[in-house]
């Protein structure tokens, strides 16, 4: 529609007024979603069987290299791993814990905990696996890296009970009223 002059005129008044005409927001498109959750799903359920298999084979020779069948070598590198590797991700943890952090940031900080634990989480894979990844890995453990879940073991329960205590002395502290900004 164009008026005398060749100007586009307005369209004609809406009866049922411009609230009928308002676009509505456009939704979510479930079964988009549901395909690509089912997709992601089945892709982590082949990461983790593939990871199964792989992980404990892998981390039981790198420490039967570092350990060569020593038992002596094996029990203290399992305490240094188990205990470093125990006592920094609950620190970094500590971190995530803070009342002022968002969302994002305690994410963050979470993924970098798990990152900071995977030494021991690999060595657990070994331990508690139940899977023929998992027993190549005790079998390899067993002759090439005596002592070392022993050792891991016992610095992770070390780890734990220092960072408890550390937590407690923190936490039983007197806070100052100088300390507060005003």
Request: charged share 15%.
């Amino acid at each position: 529609m164009s008026d005398v002059h060749g100007v586009p005129s307005a369209p004609p008044p809406d009866p049922e007024g411009d609230y009928a005409r308002a676009p509505e927001p456009p939704g979510r498109d479930w079964r988009r979603t549901l395909v690509l959750s089912a997709v992601g799903l089945a892709l982590l359920i082949i990461a983790y069987i593939i990871l199964a298999a792989f992980i404990p084979r892998w981390w039981s020779q790198q420490i039967g290299r570092a350990v060569d069948g020593s038992f002596s070598t094996g029990t203290l590198l399992g305490l240094c791993l188990g205990f470093t590797f125990t006592v920094v991700p609950l620190a970094v943890l500590t971190l995530a814990c803070r009342r002022n952090s968002t969302w994002q940031l305690r994410l963050t900080w979470f993924i970098v905990a798990v990152v900071l634990a995977f030494p021991n989480l690999c060595t657990l894979s070994v331990a508690a696996g139940d899977g023929s990844g998992a027993h190549a890995g005790q079998r390899t453990m067993d002759v090439t890296a005596p002592g070392f879940r022993g050792g891991t073991l016992a610095g992770a329960i070390v780890a734990l009970a220092v960072y408890l205590f550390v937590l407690f002395l923190i936490l039983r502290r007197p806070r100052r009223a100088d300390s507060y900004p005003a």
